[in-house]
């Protein structure tokens, strides 16, 4: 009997510890954060929560302000279709409003679009679809498919990215999501034209 009092003498506090109501105050001058170029509004609910919403290329700070969908077939069986995410440097693109407009962005987006699926193409013409085809795992020989792909297409893109930064001073980057990236073996199937 001392033993169960005591053991409830030692919980009791414990467990009365534990739901213990916190509060704390909350302010209303918080603002919500939008991007400067727009996300389609799907995917911009699947990125809540994600990481990668920003990326460090020489030395500057990169944030993600849009997702590209994109697929090319070689031929009838084989390709690659996924999302890409299009990272860009926040001052340039304020500095570039102020200075151009931002009626300007729209010929920035069809540009971007425009040679990252020229890349895209390249890669897929350029890619060695027989990698690890002899692996008994063909899980890991999908990853290892994607690592190669999305490699070459970095590759590719870059000097597209080059030429299009030299031209405009926003600084950009382009890079294939590795998690979203199918490469087709048996049957290239792009859901549809881009």
């Known amino acids: 009997m001392n033993k169960s009092l005591l053991m409830l003498g030692v919980l009791l506090p414990l467990l009365t510890a534990c739901s213990t109501l916190t509060t704390q105050t909350t302010t209303s001058d918080i603002k919500p954060v939008t991007p400067k170029l727009p996300i389609d509004p799907l995917i911009q609910q699947e990125l809540l929560g994600t990481s990668g919403l920003s990326k460090l290329k020489m030395g500057q700070t ?16 084989q390709g690659a279709f996924g999302l890409f995410k299009l990272y860009a440097n926040l001052d340039d693109i304020e500095r570039i409003k102020q200075a151009q407009g931002s009626e300007v962005f729209a010929d920035f987006e069809l540009s ?3 040679f990252s699926m020229h890349a895209l193409q390249q890669a897929v013409n350029r890619f060695d679809f027989k990698i690890a085809a002899n692996s008994p ?22 000097k597209e990215i080059q030429t299009f930064e030299a031209k405009t001073s926003l600084t950009l980057d382009v890079i294939p999501d590795a998690d979203a990236l199918l490469i087709y073996t048996d049957g290239c199937e792009i859901p549809h034209a881009h």
């Open 62 to 77: 990169l944030q993600l302000v849009r997702v590209m969908e994109g697929g090319a077939c070689k031929n009838s069986q």
């Open 112 to 114: 971007i679009q425009d």
């Open 137 to 158: 795992n063909k899980n890991h020989s999908q990853e290892q498919q994607v690592r190669s792909f999305a490699l070459l297409f970095t590759d590719l893109v870059a």
